[in-house]
């Protein structure tokens, strides 16, 4: 007979509050709490690990054999119906605040959650697991879920084929696949820590860490209770959920310490000694026998609360973690309690087919609409949507018909390139200059025995890095180089692409001593918004974003900036100062119907054509005295006939030349 044990019920609320404040990402003084937190999730795979073990060994030692059917069903009313109910309950908000391209993710990772595989889809189109983008998808918390469910269809199967053709074999076989799954881990984590995080095959460690322990208890019974060993298990985990940080390396080898200890706990504690009292409180148990609610809702609630506020502050984050309790303690009453213990078969596996219909029609709704794009079209008309599409792709053509009798200017930069480059090829003078555009984004830059090497980190980003490397080497355009644009971003503090000034020097020793000209950034939001994401939830225009801007600052200190390159002659180009000297009552926010930027951070071609027009009409003198209308002519007729939703009025100022 089965005994109830509150301490791993216990373990279990310090691993699910854990993860919730690690996502919630309070703050005291600058820093931010419980870095650590994410360990919640290993301990809950170990509980996880033993639990299911348990309950497949104590079965097939007692009859001989498994009744697949009925632990199948047991896990689908363990899990199903609580998930379900979130994406029931998230689809209005999803629909109401995401972007398409947001919606078509969220409906994708609902579709790869029904088919245990989100981990799989959130490794090939997620960024770093913490960084600010990923705590915007509301299901992104269903890695872990999915591998776990993964393990529940692995696990059975190696016990089928240890039992029939591996008879006595199964410690040995148990051992190997952890030891196998830990090396695997260690070594990938080295060269792709995204895989390691997210693969079950770097994770099934951890879970077989808490099956070993599972058929020794199974095989010889539990072993004595051990307060010491118990209360340093319990040290190890609080221990790691403290002192870990975002850096460190996980999983690795130190994730061998939660998962000793959390072993420690399950193997040793007693509701009878200090650590098992602690985590058989009532409070403790309580926490941890909703905790699958918890972890099911703290995620959407967090994503979407951080969507519709605009400074998501410690005040904030203590009311979400509360509608977080309170949601998940109604949904485990109403739904997740009831379902899973009702007898009424018939009932269950309506609500669960009509369920996966459902959800499934929406899901396949949702990505062959793109993510209804329609319900842009109140705040970014669909004929500016195709313009700027349209004048965006000119970038990877700019380079088709490069003239040799004539000087060249290359435009250079990481994703700014683009756009930077469509811009400011409307207004270089043709008759003397022909263009070369090229962008290094997500190349690996290094200058070795006078060559530029640029393999991409990734096949998609061939399309960059291979002319990249392909002009960059070419000492004919070099040769007749007589300036250099960078488009950057961030230039003197963007930590990527560190190679970015020692490129232009290298570029210049090797050019007919060209002109360096470095363009500073318009306007940006924080990363946890995106400018159309605004325009959308408020159902307002672009001025918005430009009142919510938080970078850059006024006249900020350019050589004091982390990465100003002290030893590069350059000219600054403040295009912001040059506008509208910083003041946004007179800066523009849209051009043609297209706002000045779509995400958080990149201005938009058709934008950004207005912008550098504007300046080139109203700022020649100070443009003349930099050097950079040697290089570019005034607007042409054409463009004075561009539209904004404001118009400049900026008094005279000088540009930065330092």
Same mark, same amino acid.
Not at 37 to 65: H, K, M, N, P, W
Not at 253 to 265: D, E
């Given at each position: 007979m089965k005994v109830y044990r509150p301490e791993i019920d216990g373990l279990r609320a310090i691993s699910v509050i854990a993860v919730i404040l690690y996502h919630a990402e309070f703050t005291l003084a600058g820093h931010t709490? %419980?870095?650590?937190?994410?360990?919640?999730?290993?301990?809950?795979?170990?509980?996880?690990?033993?639990?299911?073990?348990?309950?497949?060994?104590?079965?097939?030692?007692?009859?001989?054999?498994?009744?697949?059917?009925?632990?199948?069903?047991?896990?689908?009313?363990?899990?199903?119906?609580?998930?379900?109910?979130?994406?029931?309950?998230?689809?209005?908000?999803?629909?109401?605040? %995401?972007?398409?391209?947001?919606?078509?993710d969220y409906a994708n990772s609902i579709g790869s959650s029904l088919l245990f595989g989100s981990n799989i889809y959130f490794y090939f189109t997620t960024a770093q697991y913490g960084e600010p983008d990923t705590l915007l998808k509301p299901f992104l918390h269903t890695w872990s879920l999915s591998v776990e469910e993964q393990f529940y269809i692995g696990f059975p199967l190696l016990l089928l084929i240890t039992r029939r053709y591996l008879k006595s074999k199964f410690l040995p076989c148990v051992l190997l696949m952890a030891t196998l799954s830990f090396v695997f881990c260690i070594v990938t984590v080295r060269y792709d820590q995204q895989q390691a995080f997210y693969s079950p095959f770097t994770r099934a460690w951890e879970l077989l860490a808490g099956t070993l322990l599972a058929y020794y208890e199974v095989r010889r019974g539990r072993a004595r209770p051990r307060p010491l060993l118990a209360a340093a298990?319990?040290?190890?985990?609080?221990?790691?959920?403290?002192?870990?940080?975002?850096?460190?390396?996980?999983?690795?080898?130190?994730?061998?310490?939660?998962? !000793?200890?959390?072993? $420690?706990?399950?193997? @040793?504690a007693?509701?009878?000694?200090?650590?098992?009292? %602690? $985590?058989?409180?009532?409070?403790?148990?309580?926490?941890?026998?909703?905790?699958?609610?918890?972890?099911?809702?703290?995620?959407?609630?967090?994503?979407?609360?951080?969507?519709?506020?605009?400074?998501?502050?410690?005040?904030?984050?203590? %009311?979400?973690?509360?509608?977080?309790?309170?949601?998940?303690?109604?949904s485990f009453v109403a739904i997740e309690k009831p379902i899973r213990y009702t007898r009424r078969n018939r009932a269950f596996w309506i609500y669960l087919s009509s369920s996966v219909v459902t959800i499934t029609a929406a899901v396949v709704s949702a990505v062959t609409t793109a993510g209804f794009p329609q319900r842009l079209d109140q705040v970014y008309p669909p004929v500016a949507q195709t313009n700027e599409g349209r004048l965006e792709s000119t970038f990877q053509s700019l380079n088709s018909n490069i003239r040799a009798d004539k000087s060249v200017i290359f435009i250079i930069g990481d994703s700014y390139a683009r756009n930077w480059s469509v811009a400011l090829n409307n207004y270089v003078d043709a008759d003397r200059y022909?263009?070369?555009?090229?962008?290094?984004?997500?190349?690996?830059?290094?200058?070795?025995?006078?060559?530029?090497?640029?393999?991409?980190?990734?096949?998609?980003?061939?399309?960059?890095?291979?002319?990249?490397?392909?002009?960059?080497?070419?000492?004919?355009?070099?040769?007749?180089?007589?300036? !250099?644009?960078?488009?950057?971003?961030?230039? @003197?503090?963007?930590?990527?692409?560190?190679?970015?000034?020692? $490129?232009?020097?290298?570029?210049?020793?090797?050019?007919?001593?060209a002109k360096i000209f470095i363009f500073g950034n318009y306007f940006q939001l924080d990363r946890l918004h995106s400018c159309l994401g605004l325009m959308f939830q408020t159902k307002s225009d672009a001025s918005a974003c430009l009142r919510l801007a938080t970078y850059p600052p006024t006249n900020q200190p350019l050589a004091q900036l982390p990465f100003f390159p002290s030893d590069l002659a350059f000219n600054y180009v403040d295009i912001i100062k040059?506008?509208?000297?910083?003041?946004?009552?007179?800066?523009?926010?849209?051009?043609?119907?297209?706002?000045?930027?779509?995400d958080w951070n990149h201005l938009t071609a058709e934008f950004l054509t207005t912008l550098i027009g504007d300046i080139l009409e109203k700022r020649t003198a100070d443009l003349r005295s930099s050097g950079l209308l040697n290089f570019l002519v005034l607007p042409h007729a054409r463009q004075s006939d561009r539209t904004a939703s404001s118009q400049p009025n900026a008094g005279p100022t000088s540009s930065a030349s330092p």
């Open positions: 709490l %419980l870095e650590g937190g994410y360990i919640g999730v290993d301990v809950f795979f170990v509980i996880s690990g033993f639990l299911i073990s348990q309950i497949l060994l104590t079965e097939i030692e007692a009859t001989g054999r498994i009744d697949y059917l009925k632990f199948y069903t047991r896990r689908a009313r363990r899990i199903l119906p609580a998930l379900f109910a979130v994406v029931f309950a998230t689809m209005p908000f999803a629909y109401y605040l %995401l972007l398409p391209s947001e919606l078509l298990g319990l040290v190890l985990v609080v221990g790691s959920l403290i002192l870990f940080r975002k850096d460190t390396v996980h999983p690795g080898l130190f994730t061998v310490i939660p998962v !000793i200890g959390t072993c $420690l706990v399950l193997a @040793f007693s509701h009878k000694d200090v650590a098992g009292r %602690l $985590l058989a409180s009532r409070p403790a148990a309580l926490t941890g026998i909703v905790s699958y609610s918890l972890y099911l809702w703290h995620y959407p609630v967090f994503a979407f609360a951080r969507l519709t506020s605009l400074d998501f502050n410690n005040g904030d984050k203590v %009311l979400a973690v509360a509608a977080t309790a309170l949601v998940a303690v109604v022909e263009v070369v555009a090229i962008s290094y984004l997500n190349c690996k830059v290094e200058i070795k025995d006078d060559i530029v090497k640029a393999p991409s980190s990734d096949s998609r980003y061939d399309q960059y890095c291979i002319p990249f490397e392909k002009y960059i080497n070419d000492k004919s355009l070099l040769s007749r180089t007589k300036a !250099i644009f960078l488009a950057s971003h961030r230039p @003197f503090e963007y930590e990527a692409n560190p190679f970015r000034f020692e $490129l232009l020097s290298w570029m210049k020793s090797h050019s007919d001593d040059l506008h509208c000297d910083y003041d946004k009552e007179k800066c523009l926010t849209s051009s043609g119907g297209v706002p000045f930027m779509t």
